[in-house]
Structures are given as structure tokens and as C-alpha cells.
């Protein structure tokens, strides 16, 4: 019985040993070479663990390029230059052309509006403008409803248009109370009457320029061996040698 309890004793030492040095390994020093030195001693029924241990320290080396350091150097610049204007930063409304309307009456006008905006200054105008044009149909009309048929055409003829529209289909405009033939007369005697005279004269300057070349055409053909022609006083060609 006795021999039993002293081997469990020293199993149980062995043991508790067993786990010291354990515990003594995990702790060890570890120098700054990473080793670690312990020494452990049995003999017969005891045991000696002699562990060296030390304070455990790490050392770190950190080597830079020729030249270069570990210091570094932040600087922040800011320059602002504000050239605005400072004075009187106030503006005036946009100015805005009127809208004026003539619709829906009747009024042979038409709308006219502008404006302009300057930095300090704005203003706008509108105003209407007769519309010529609207207001002889409307008379036309008006003396036709009244039975002045003629009268109404004559209103009509003042727009040169109109005019060279009544010349060109031999229907000529009224003057002075006559028509047909009788008017055409009276417009080529005061030819400077006629709405469209500038007209006038630069078609009849055109056609005397074609009428003279016909005649002249006519003459070479006329002429045997490019004789000379004699024309009389109504623009007959007269041979010499001929009476």
C-alpha cells in the first residue's frame, strides 16, 4: 500500500514537472537574436529545471538610400487675388419691347416694337405703322359696296402693280373720268402721273434699244453688197441713185 502512494507521488511530481517546463519553454527569453536558453536536470526521484530568461526585446533597422532621410516636409501655399468689381453691384430690369396687337380690329395697322438694355440704362418703344396696302383694298371695297365700280378701280390702280396688271390686259386705268383708249392716251401725254413711271421709261428705253438692232438687222439684209442706206423721215431705208 505504501509502495502504491509513493508511486503515485511521483508520478504526480512528474507531472507537475512536465507542465513547468512547459510553462517555462513558452516563456522563455528570446534575445534579440531569437534564441532561447533553458536547462532541465532528472535524476533518480528528483528533478532540477535551471531556466536562464532575460528581458525580451526587439530591435528594427531601417536603412536609407544615400541621400535620402526620413523627414518630411509639408508646405501649403495660398494666394488669392480677388479683382472683382467692389462698387454699386446693382442692376436694372431687362427691358422688354412692347407687344402690341391689331388683331381682332379693324385696323389696317401693323406692331412695331424695340428695346435695348445697357448695363445702367434700358428702355423700350413700341409703336404701330399704317398699313397702305390694306387700307386701299378696304376703300376698293367700300366704293365697289356703294356701286362706284370705277372708282373703286381707280383706287386699286395707284399701286403701280396694279397699274402695268390693267396696261398689260388692255384694259388701261381710268384717268380723269375717261377710260379704254382714251384713258391710254391721256397716260402716255402725262406719262410722269403714272404710279409705276420709273418702271415706265427704263421698258420703253429697253424696247427702243431692241427696235433700233430689228432695223439695223433689216437694213444689212436689205442691202446688196453693203451699200449704204438713207433712211427718210418715217424710217424708210432710200438706195442712192433711186429717186
Given at each position: ?5 509513493i ?12 507542465l513547468?517546463?512547459?510553462m ?20 533518480g ?11 525580451y ?20 501655399s495660398?494666394?488669392n ?19 402690341i ?35 386701299r383694298?378696304?376703300?376698293?371695297k ?10 373703286a378701280?381707280?383706287?386699286l ?6 397699274f ?12 380723269q373720268g ?10 402716255k ?22 427696235d433700233n438692232k ?6 444689212a ?23
Open positions: 500500500m505504501t509502495k502504491n502512494i508511486i503515485a507521488v511521483i508520478v504526480t511530481v512528474c507531472m507537475l514537472w512536465g513547468s517546463a512547459m517555462n519553454s513558452a516563456i522563455a527569453d528570446v534575445t534579440g537574436a531569437g534564441s532561447t536558453t533553458n536547462t532541465q536536470s532528472t535524476t526521484s528528483s528533478a532540477t529545471n535551471t531556466a536562464i530568461t532575460g528581458g526585446h526587439s530591435e528594427a533597422t531601417t536603412n536609407y538610400q544615400s541621400g535620402s532621410s526620413s523627414s518630411t516636409t509639408t508646405t501649403n495660398t494666394t487675388n480677388n479683382n472683382s468689381y467692389t462698387g454699386d453691384t446693382r442692376t436694372v430690369p431687362t427691358a422688354s419691347a412692347p407687344g396687337s391689331a388683331m381682332s380690329q379693324d385696323l389696317c395697322t401693323v406692331g412695331v416694337g424695340i428695346g435695348i438694355q445697357k448695363p445702367l440704362i434700358g428702355g423700350s418703344i413700341g409703336i404701330t405703322k399704317r398699313d397702305m396696302n390694306c387700307e383694298m378696304k376703300l376698293s367700300l366704293l365697289f359696296d356703294f356701286n362706284m365700280k370705277v372708282a378701280v381707280s383706287i390702280c395707284q399701286d403701280s402693280r396694279v402695268q396688271a390693267m396696261e398689260h390686259a388692255g384694259t388701261p386705268c381710268p384717268f375717261k377710260i379704254g383708249d382714251s384713258a391710254r392716251e391721256e397716260w401725254k402725262y406719262d410722269k402721273q403714272r404710279p409705276d413711271y420709273e418702271e415706265y421709261v427704263a421698258a420703253l428705253r429697253y424696247m427702243e434699244k431692241v430689228i432695223i439695223k438687222q433689216l437694213e439684209e436689205e442691202a446688196p453688197n453693203d451699200a449704204q442706206i438713207i433712211t427718210d423721215g418715217n424710217g424708210n431705208p432710200v438706195t442712192l441713185g433711186k429717186e
